[in-house]
């Protein structure tokens, strides 16, 4: 297979070149899997627009469902980058062990847990029983729709790093063994 390799900011185009500029300013560096999107001449601001769109979803709640997709992709890069993430946005160690093997012991975040774990498994097909769930935990219509942008946008960048295997620049995530729900 091609070996990939983290292009450099004169390896990227003018605009891209000014992103990275951005998010050394913001971040202290580039995050590898978005200098990787950078080889695109317009796919880190598309990328980073679509991430950074406004969301029903708390940031909280778009964590565990970050950590919960890239668990069942196996992609360690972004279980690692959420893990450091998720503990940001208050999870503790404990919690985002919880979130990567599929439960939450809040009963509304489970039932995001639970249903971004049905859609990622099932290609999009999530159960009955967990969208009702999830509905009965008193999540909306709107937020039906942002936790399916959510995994989206989350299972793009797993394949990205699925397939190119950059270095992981974040401390790696535990590996952890997984109950029968999240496998």
Do not use: W
Not at 44 to 58: E, I, M, P, V, W
Not at 82 to 106: C, P, S, W, Y
Not at 134 to 144: D, I, K, S, V, W
Not at 151 to 173: C, G, R, W
Request: aromatic letters at 8%; glycine letters at 6%; hydrophobic letters at 40%.
């Amino acid at each position: 297979m091609k070996q990939f390799t983290v292009p450099t900011r004169n390896e990227v185009s003018p605009a891209n070149q000014e992103i990275f500029d951005n998010l050394n300013k913001a971040l202290g560096f580039v995050p590898n899997l978005y200098a990787t999107i950078g080889l695109s001449s317009n796919g880190l601001g598309r990328y980073l627009a679509y991430q950074n769109a406004k969301t029903s979803l708390s940031n909280k709640e778009k964590e565990a469902v970050n950590l919960i997709v890239s668990q069942i992709n196996g992609c360690i890069y972004c279980q690692s980058a959420h893990t450091v993430i998720g503990k940001m946005n208050g999870f503790t160690d404990e919690q985002v062990l919880d979130i990567r093997r599929g439960t939450a012991t809040d009963a509304k975040l489970n039932a995001l847990v639970q249903l971004a774990a049905s859609i990622t498994k099932n290609k999009g097909r999530a159960d009955a029983a967990t969208v009702d769930a999830f509905f009965a935990a008193g999540y909306t219509n709107e937020h039906l729709v942002d936790t399916v942008l959510q995994v989206s946008e989350k299972i793009a960048m797993n394949y990205l790093h699925n397939l190119t295997q950059i270095p992981v620049d974040f401390p790696v995530a535990p590996s952890l063994e997984l109950t029968a729900s999240v496998n």
